[in-house]
């Protein structure tokens, strides 16, 4: 077990309705009695994110948002400042979702700024980096994920540093119910760790949560969080059951 808080994020993605998020929220908080042992945060489609505030906002879970713009207001049809997501209570961004990169096509400059951005409105952001299935059989993993890690977080300071959650999720694992093993799992956060040592400090990379996501799911999610260096995952579809989202979140504090 290590020392870092480990931090189970739930993504929603484009699933539920007002009625039956407000339902599943108000289960994940039934369900979530330790905020001391674990920080637990939602992402819920955006228009209901003000809605499901009102049910967790009493509670130690966290209100999360999919996506966010890098830039404060202005000519942006359809996107949403970091400042309009703290109106309704946002706490935590996910930014480079493999379906932002691969479904919507955002490249590693915008990510870039994205994080750079929200990190700017002191908001916790989640970098999500992975592999595509190509890329791990051509043996090219590393490669890819640490170059997402570099141009990811070319423009952050150390400081800012305590406000950034990495989420390692081989696309290839992502909705598909594969899994990386724990152990390919754990040599990746552990090359991440070492860049992040070499981007900012020994320190700050022993610090850095760094969730493993893809196919997490009540019956492997123990496995994964015994590895040393997996602090906790990023879950989608497990998210949307609150008894598999709340089985996950307690493996993760008694692995
Ligand atoms: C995700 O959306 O980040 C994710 C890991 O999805 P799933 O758990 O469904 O693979």
Request: proline share 0%.
């Given at each position: 077990m290590t020392q870092r808080k480990p931090i189970i994020g739930g993504n929603?993605?484009?699933?539920?309705g007002l009625e039956s998020g407000m339902h599943l929220a108000g289960c994940i908080v039934d369900g979530f009695t330790c905020g001391d042992c674990c920080d637990v945060v939602i992402y819920p489609p955006l228009p209901f994110l003000q809605a499901i505030e009102s049910v967790?906002?009493?509670?130690?879970l966290q209100l999360g948002a999919q996506n966010v713009w890098c830039?404060?207001?202005?000519?942006?049809?359809g996107e949403t400042s970091p400042t309009m997501l703290q109106e309704v209570g946002v706490k935590s961004v996910l930014v480079g979702h493999s379906e932002r990169r691969?479904?919507?096509?955002?490249?590693s400059a915008l990510i870039a700024q994205k994080v750079a951005f929200a990190l700017v409105k002191q908001l916790q952001v989640v970098l999500c980096v992975g592999e595509t299935f190509e890329e791990r059989e051509s043996g090219n993993t590393m490669k890819v994920v640490l170059s997402q890690i570099t141009s990811g977080l070319a423009n952050i300071s150390s400081e800012q540093m305590v406000n950034v959650v990495i989420a390692y999720e081989p696309v290839w694992a992502i909705g598909t119910g594969k899994t990386a093993s724990p152990k390919d799992a754990q040599e990746v956060h552990v090359a991440i760790r070492k860049a992040l040592g070499e981007m900012f400090t020994e320190e700050i990379a022993s610090q850095t949560r760094i969730q493993y996501g893809g196919s997490v799911n009540p019956d492997n999610a123990a496995e994964l969080f015994s590895?040393?260096?997996?602090?906790?995952a990023l879950v989608g579809?497990?998210?949307?059951s609150a008894e598999s989202f709340t089985a996950i979140v307690k493996a993760a504090y008694n692995p």
């Open positions: 929603w993605k484009m699933n539920t967790i906002d009493t509670s130690e830039e404060e207001s202005g000519a942006f049809t691969h479904v919507l096509h955002e490249g590895c040393e260096d997996i602090d906790g579809g497990a998210s949307l």
